[in-house]
């Protein structure tokens, strides 16, 4: 059978028929049989269109996570306003926050010397209803003492050099106890601190300052 066909315009080409699809061979094992014709009949592959996005639940995420960010801030990481000059230079009373841990610190140790905390307001008397913000200087079981504003611990002279304002009282050598921390304020002639009312317990302290920001929660 011929598979040439006329055209209406007088020029006759071959025409030739859809090709089969390949055919491939399997390979014998050891000889056993012969090859057996395998043919690919897969089917192509279509990419499916791409899913609209659910803004409405972009959205409701986003807000879930700020919300949770802003609770953590507001309940474990809470801010505290700084007011008075009792820890000039490190803070200014013009309204300097600070971003707080009370919780983690106490799990890692306990405050160490150097640490600014915050005072449980209960527990200093004098500060009425203000939580007192103060400099860890003392650690339990050392000896300090205060001469001429200058803070020795086990009689060596402890270098500061965040205080701009040592000023010049006294306070007696003392061995401080075993849940007992001394803190002073970095401006130390205005500062109510624990050259006032003595040393203060661990669970006294309420949390210790991370970090010092511009702007409001």
């Known amino acids: 059978m011929s598979d040439n066909f006329p055209r209406p315009d007088g020029y006759n080409q071959p025409v030739h028929p859809t090709p089969p699809p390949p055919t491939y061979y399997t390979q014998p094992v050891n000889g056993a049989q012969p090859p057996t014709p395998v043919t690919n009949t897969q089917e192509p592959i279509y990419m499916s269109s791409r899913p609209k996005t659910n803004w409405l639940k972009v959205l409701a995420r986003y807000a879930a996570i700020w919300i949770a960010i802003l609770l953590m801030v507001k309940f474990v990481v809470p801010s505290y306003e700084v007011k008075g000059s009792s820890m000039v230079p490190t803070y200014q009373p013009a309204g300097d926050r600070v971003l707080t841990d009370g919780v983690f610190f106490k799990l890692m140790g306990g405050p160490e ?105």
């Not at 004098?126 to 009689?155: F, H, T």
């Not at 003595?198 to 702007?215: D, E, F, H, M, S």
């Open 113 to 217: 010397r150097g640490d600014i905390v915050i005072l449980d307001r209960a527990a200093t008397n004098g500060a009425g209803d203000e939580a007192l913000i103060k400099r860890v200087i003392g650690l339990p079981g050392e000896r300090l003492e205060v001469r001429q504003g200058s803070v020795y611990i086990n009689n060596k002279l402890l270098n500061e050099p965040y205080i701009k304002n040592h000023g010049g009282y006294n306070y007696p050598s003392t061995v401080l106890g075993s849940e007992c921390y001394f803190v002073l304020g970095d401006n130390r002639p205005v500062s109510l601190d624990s050259h006032y009312f003595g040393c203060i317990t661990r669970n006294q302290i309420v949390a210790k300052v991370l970090l010092t920001y511009p702007w409001r929660f």
